[in-house]
């Protein structure tokens, strides 16, 4: 078996019953069980007690337990933390919020289960691949690059954390703080710091424990960053194929059976080839078709700004404060702060770019859409479909894109707004 066998043995759709059997939609219902966040009981599948009651709300418990007492770490340390450890600080407090606002605006939204319901049931590409041959073509690309990328997103979370976690371990290493009496009035060395009941910076069993504590926190978070970025950009990814399918069948819209060429007078036309009666049936259900269509991925769209727009809005904040600590963090330019600082940067800033990027994707593509309906021949169609024709073209003006709160399309510009205002604030900050 090659590898594009394996990677891809389901792209057929040979055994394939619903999109749930795809791998890259395994992967993505696996990490969300772990967080409580696959629509369990809307897909209809069996609930175990625990993801019914109160797996959701340990998990916020979590959190909530975890930014104070970072919060109180800080208040008591902070003469004894130097800049790096600050900023460190800060970074992870933000992050713990980031992670509460995405339990309470997911987790435990209605509105969020139930539009990876309607994902998963009704406007997967799934559901359209049978409608032509392009549609078949462009629902087996998309396969491949939400798989591709779920892959790419999962291990991308694995390796960070083990990184994140690692890295501090390492140094403990080479400092020798393992060996007996190595610690020598220094400390442990953490990925996190919260004020813990008991002694984690210089006793070795309560480093031990406390460690345990911040893999589990860091795969924690990592799942909750990412694998709702994942499943965002699935549907994103889904939405671009549904308007390519869609700009399709609006290009190869029938035209009139005649072969009789247009009478042109300077360039204008001034008499076509006119549809015949039948034909003037099959264009008036085709036109309906094609704008209850795009009527159902508008709809899917305002349904997913709704679900995501708070998470969006709160993440779209959280690069704008943390992206210049951590430039602020990586400018220290030591050892210790590059090995820390900059693979975190690169995956945060990382994220950024591909979510925003992922996101533009469908206002371009919609963005076709306008030129598409012109391009349906109007001139031979009758009174009555040029004016469904005219209300389906005003309604193709605006581009399609997912709003932040209804507040700021996500896309290109606005990240492109967050990295210019993170450089200046970091040399507003680094001039100080």
Not at 46 to 58: A, G, I, R, S
Not at 75 to 104: K, Q, T
Not at 177 to 192: D, I, V
Not at 291 to 299: A, C, R, T
């Given at each position: 078996?090659?590898l594009?066998d394996?990677?891809?043995?389901?792209?057929?759709?040979?055994?394939?019953?619903?999109p749930c059997d795809?791998?890259h939609?395994k992967?993505?219902?696996?990490?969300l069980?772990f967080i409580s966040?696959?629509p369990?009981?809307?897909?209809g599948?069996?609930?175990?007690y625990?993801q019914k009651t109160?797996?959701?709300?340990?998990?916020?418990?979590i959190?909530?337990?975890?930014?104070?007492a970072?919060?109180?770490?800080?208040v008591?340390?902070?003469?004894?933390?130097?800049?790096?450890?600050?900023?460190?600080?800060?970074i992870?407090?933000?992050?713990?919020?980031?992670?509460?606002?995405?339990?309470?605006?997911?987790?435990?939204?209605?509105?969020?289960h139930?539009?990876a319901?309607e994902?998963?049931t009704?406007i997967?590409l799934?559901?359209?691949?049978?409608?032509?041959e392009?549609?078949?073509k462009?629902?087996?690309?998309?396969?491949?690059?939400s798989?591709?990328?779920?892959?790419?997103?999962?291990?991308?979370?694995?390796?960070?954390?083990?990184?994140?976690?690692?890295?501090?371990?390492?140094?403990?290493l080479s400092?020798?703080?393992?060996?007996k009496?190595?610690l020598?009035?220094?400390?442990?060395?953490?990925?996190?710091?919260?004020?813990?009941?008991?002694n984690?910076?210089?006793?070795v069993?309560?480093y031990?424990?406390?460690?345990l504590?911040?893999?589990?926190l860091?795969f924690l978070?990592?799942?909750?960053?990412?694998?709702f970025?994942?499943?965002?950009?699935?549907?994103v990814f889904?939405?671009?194929?549904?308007?390519k399918?869609?700009?399709?069948?609006?290009?190869?819209?029938?035209?009139p059976?005649?072969?009789?060429?247009?009478?042109?007078?300077?360039?204008f036309?001034?008499?076509?080839?006119k549809?015949t009666k039948?034909?003037?049936?099959?264009?008036?259900?085709?036109?309906?078709?094609?704008?209850?269509?795009?009527?159902?991925?508008?709809q899917?769209?305002?349904?997913?700004?709704d679900?995501?727009?708070p998470?969006?809005?709160i993440?779209y904040?959280?690069?704008?404060?943390?992206?210049c600590?951590l430039l602020?963090?990586?400018?220290?330019m030591?050892?210790?702060?590059?090995?820390?600082?900059v693979p975190?940067?690169?995956?945060?800033?990382?994220?950024?770019?591909?979510?925003?990027?992922i996101f533009?994707?469908?206002?371009?593509?919609?963005?076709k859409?306008?030129?598409a309906?012109?391009?349906v021949?109007?001139?031979s169609m009758?009174?009555?479909?040029?004016?469904i024709?005219?209300?389906?073209l005003?309604?193709?003006?605006?581009?399609?894109?997912?709003?932040?709160l209804?507040?700021?399309?996500?896309g290109?510009?606005?990240?492109?707004?967050?990295?210019?205002?993170s450089?200046?604030?970091?040399?507003?900050?680094?001039?100080m």
């Amino acid at each position: 078996m090659t590898l594009k066998d394996m990677l891809f043995k389901d792209e057929d759709g040979e055994g394939v019953k619903s999109p749930c059997d795809y791998i890259h939609i395994k992967i993505l219902r696996f990490t969300l069980l772990f967080i409580s966040s696959w629509p369990m009981k809307e897909l209809g599948e069996p609930q175990p007690y625990y993801q019914k009651t109160f797996l959701k709300y340990v998990y916020l418990f979590i959190t909530v337990i975890g930014i104070i007492a970072a919060y109180q770490f800080v208040v008591l340390h902070f003469r004894e933390l130097n800049f790096m450890e600050l900023g460190h600080m800060y970074i992870m407090i933000m992050m713990n919020a980031v992670n509460i606002s995405r339990i309470v605006t997911l987790s435990f939204s209605t509105k969020y289960h139930n539009v990876a319901k309607e994902f998963l049931t009704t406007i997967h590409l799934f559901y359209f691949k049978e409608r032509s041959e392009f549609a078949m073509k462009t629902h087996k690309m998309v396969h491949r690059l939400s798989h591709l990328f779920s892959l790419f997103l999962f291990w991308q979370m694995v390796v960070g954390v083990c990184f994140f976690n690692l890295i501090p371990m390492y140094n403990n290493l080479s400092a020798g703080r393992y060996k007996k009496g190595g610690l020598q009035n220094s400390t442990f060395e953490h990925a996190l710091y919260y004020e813990y009941p008991f002694n984690f910076l210089t006793d070795v069993k309560g480093y031990i424990v406390a460690n345990l504590i911040h893999w589990c926190l860091s795969f924690l978070s990592a799942t909750w960053f990412c694998m709702f970025d994942l499943i965002l950009s699935l549907m994103v990814f889904t939405l671009w194929g549904h308007f390519k399918i869609l700009i399709n069948s609006l290009n190869e819209f029938p035209r009139p059976a005649s072969n009789s060429k247009h009478i042109l007078e300077n360039g204008f036309v001034v008499q076509a080839e006119k549809y015949t009666k039948e034909e003037l049936l099959q264009v008036t259900e085709k036109l309906k078709e094609c704008i209850q269509y795009h009527l159902k991925l508008v709809q899917f769209t305002d349904t997913m700004s709704d679900a995501f727009g708070p998470m969006l809005f709160i993440y779209y904040a959280f690069h704008q404060a943390s992206g210049c600590l951590l430039l602020l963090e990586c400018s220290e330019m030591t050892a210790a702060a590059l090995m820390r600082y900059v693979p975190l940067t690169i995956i945060l800033f990382q994220q950024l770019i591909q979510l925003s990027v992922i996101f533009e994707l469908v206002g371009s593509e919609s963005g076709k859409l306008k030129d598409a309906v012109y391009g349906v021949p109007w001139e031979s169609m009758d009174v009555p479909n040029r004016r469904i024709l005219s209300i389906f073209l005003m309604n193709a003006q605006e581009p399609v894109h997912i709003k932040a709160l209804g507040l700021a399309n996500v896309g290109v510009t606005s990240m492109a707004a967050i990295l210019k205002t993170s450089m200046s604030y970091f040399t507003f900050l680094r001039s100080m």
